[in-house]
């Protein structure tokens, strides 16, 4: 167009527009009214709070020169907030650009799914006028509708992490698309809600739960959101984010969590794990970081070491792992576990042991973080028959890894131990290892004597009912040897008993020579060749468990 006495210069963002006056102001009530009352060449100034862009302008200026303009979901809602501040309507002027553009937002946009929330993406750069026109409500209510008819249009459903089997896919791919349904399916967008903003996505997803959409829906889309938004970008390391995109992704994970369903089992617990270390490293609020704790803590016997292994964050940290975070964990599921059935709190137990087994080889681990740890776990399966060979295990590598612990120390690490739980495998082991300290591998000769004497008398006492039925089943004829074996078996015993007894008096008295403070050194020094001499007064360590003492056991280490 050629300026002449007719036109308007206008600036719109730094582009410059020359535009006909009559035209403009047959179409706009403001334009009309500002033209009347400013003869200027230039009433850019005057429009400073215009809610456009370049492009849209552009757009609705050619339709008030009489030239067709192509709408879409990406400019549809831009151009009817620029025509209602510019007075496009009715009243002003018939078949206006008002009227266009709110026939075909209702017709083309509403109707389907994925021009909603093009639409409503295209909507974030002048949101609040949108919110104002009502137009993003009508969006989001269009999108909540369609979810309410068709929740998968949210992805596919998040597993029942307690309802999977073992051999299924990790608990990461537990929420994402079906690869095969996005292929065949045409207008198949399972991800686009999870381009909008926060801003806009947050309400959206509130008002899904307050109407009742299914929740593993909802925690599907959830967590696609997270793992657009957030977890890719905190994995970076050749290029660390801006502080503007940490702080984004920090108002994203703390939005996310106060959104994130309470159903226990709902979630994975990785997938929790993988949020609360995120927000630990973006710096979330504590709120954030407390609820994503207690939501692990509520299903901790769902998780599995990985789970717990949150490396610590800061210049000034002395551990490789957030324990202090993983004994919130522990209390919060302590705290709101009411079930009758002890086996949770067994799993749990084993879980921490398996923990401590992990974070023992940390040279920084303190032994009161250590201690407190295993108390924790140990108060909580008190009572049961819990194995102790994980704690030990745990023990032995902590032991090892910190040789600088004084006598004392090493006691205070071993008083977690509960000795009479051991597997015979383990107080084998235990009595060959130089690293614990002599009580306790006292404790743990005189637990295995009061074993073999109980198994003994166990046998001794059920042996004759055993032969009892036996001879009433057999032939006349066979009473006679089966009589004779009787009598080897009970003379084998008493064999075993006498041997038990002569042990049980020898442990009386290394156990007096400890406390008398004379033996300790001749102990120290003689602790495996004693064990050996053991071995050989009571036979083999496998009559414990098994009849037959002369068969090769694989000697086992803790893992």
């Known amino acids: 167009?050629?300026?002449?006495?007719?036109?308007?210069?206008?600036?719109?963002?730094?582009?410059?527009?020359?535009?006909?006056?009559?035209?403009?102001?047959?179409?706009?009530s403001?334009?009309?009214?500002?033209?009347?009352?400013?003869?200027?060449?230039?009433?850019?100034?005057?429009?400073?709070?215009?809610?456009?862009?370049?492009?849209?302008?552009?757009?609705?200026?050619?339709?008030?020169?009489?030239?067709?303009?192509?709408?879409?979901?990406?400019?549809?809602?831009?151009v009817l907030c620029l025509a209602h501040y510019l007075g496009m309507s009715e009243i002003h002027s018939t078949n206006n650009l008002t009227k266009k553009a709110g026939l075909y937002f209702q017709n083309n946009v509403l109707s389907s799914w994925n021009k909603t929330i093009k639409a409503l993406k295209s909507a974030e750069i002048i949101l609040q006028q949108a919110a104002d026109l009502s137009l993003v409500d009508a969006c989001a209510e269009s999108i909540i509708a369609k979810v309410l008819h068709n929740p998968s249009l949210l992805g596919e459903p998040m597993r029942?992490?307690?309802?999977?089997?073992?051999?299924?896919?990790?608990?990461?791919?537990?929420?994402?698309s079906n690869v095969k349904r996005?292929?065949?399916?045409?207008?198949?967008?399972?991800?686009?809600?999870?381009?909008?903003?926060?801003?806009?996505?947050?309400?959206?997803?509130?008002?899904m739960v307050h109407r009742e959409v299914p929740l593993e829906y909802v925690a599907s889309s959830l967590l696609q959101y997270l793992s657009k938004w957030v977890f890719l970008d905190t994995k970076r390391e050749d290029d660390d984010p801006s502080t503007y995109e940490r702080n984004s992704q920090?108002?994203?994970?703390?939005?996310?969590e106060r959104l994130?369903?309470?159903?226990?089992?709902?979630?994975?617990?990785?997938?929790?794990?993988k949020m609360l270390q995120s927000a630990i490293i973006l710096d979330a609020h504590t709120e954030c970081k407390s609820g994503l704790e207690i939501r692990i803590g509520k299903q901790l016997d769902q998780a599995t070491v990985k789970d717990l292994l949150i490396p610590a964050q800061g210049y000034a940290k002395e551990e490789q792992y957030d324990t202090e975070s993983v004994k919130r964990i522990l209390k919060n599921f302590y705290s709101n576990y009411t079930s009758t059935d002890i086996s949770g709190l067994v799993v749990v137990a084993e879980l921490v042991d398996d923990f401590l087994a992990e974070v023992s080889s940390d040279i920084d681990l303190k032994l009161n973080i250590f201690l407190s740890l295993a108390e924790l776990?140990?108060?909580?399966?008190?009572?049961?028959?819990?194995?102790?060979?994980?704690?030990?295990?745990?023990?032995?590598?902590?032991?090892?890894?910190?040789?600088?612990?004084?006598?004392?120390?090493?006691?205070?690490?071993?008083?977690?131990?509960?000795?009479?739980?051991?597997?015979?495998?383990?107080?084998?082991?235990?009595?060959?290892?130089?690293?614990?300290?002599?009580?306790?591998?006292?404790?743990?000769?005189?637990?295995?004597?009061?074993?073999?004497?109980?198994?003994?008398?166990?046998?001794?006492?059920?042996?004759?009912?055993?032969?009892l039925l036996k001879l009433e089943e057999d032939e006349e004829d066979a009473k006679g040897t089966s009589n004779s074996e009787e009598a080897m078996m009970k003379a084998e015993m008493e064999k075993m008993g006498n041997k038990v007894l002569e042990l049980e008096k020898e442990c009386h008295m290394m156990r007096r020579e400890i406390q008398r403070g004379s033996y300790q050194h001749k102990i120290q020094k003689e602790k495996t060749s004693m064990w050996k001499e053991m071995k050989r007064k009571i036979g083999c360590m496998t009559s414990l468990h098994e009849t037959n003492c002369h068969v090769k056991k694989k000697k086992v280490h803790p893992r």
């Open 1 to 28: 167009m050629h300026a002449s006495s007719s036109d308007v210069q206008l600036h719109i963002y730094g582009v410059p527009f020359s535009l006909n006056r009559g035209f403009l102001a047959a179409r706009s």
């Open 377 to 467: 776990s140990q108060a909580a399966t008190g009572g049961t028959n819990r194995n102790s060979d994980g704690m030990y295990r745990a023990i032995d590598i902590y032991l090892d890894k910190h040789r600088y612990l004084t006598d004392w120390e090493r006691e205070e690490v071993c008083r977690v131990l509960d000795c009479s739980k051991m597997s015979p495998e383990a107080c084998e082991h235990a009595a060959k290892n130089e690293k614990l300290p002599v009580r306790v591998t006292v404790q743990i000769l005189f637990s295995v004597q009061l074993k073999l004497k109980d198994n003994v008398t166990k046998r001794i006492q059920r042996g004759p009912d055993n032969r």
């Open 182 to 207: 996005r292929l065949f399916v045409h207008d198949w967008k399972s991800e686009d809600l999870t381009l909008l903003s926060i801003a806009l996505y947050e309400p959206i997803i509130r008002a």
């Open 250 to 256: 920090r108002v994203i994970i703390e939005a996310v």
């Open 260 to 273: 994130l369903p309470q159903e226990r089992g709902l979630i994975p617990s990785s997938l929790l794990s």
């Open 30 to 78: 403001k334009l009309a009214a500002l033209l009347k009352e400013n003869h200027e060449d230039d009433i850019s100034h005057l429009l400073g709070d215009i809610p456009t862009d370049s492009e849209t302008f552009e757009l609705v200026a050619r339709f008030c020169h009489g030239f067709d303009i192509n709408l879409s979901p990406e400019n549809i809602i831009k």
């Open 160 to 176: 029942n992490v307690t309802t999977t089997d073992d051999d299924s896919e990790n608990d990461e791919n537990a929420y994402k």
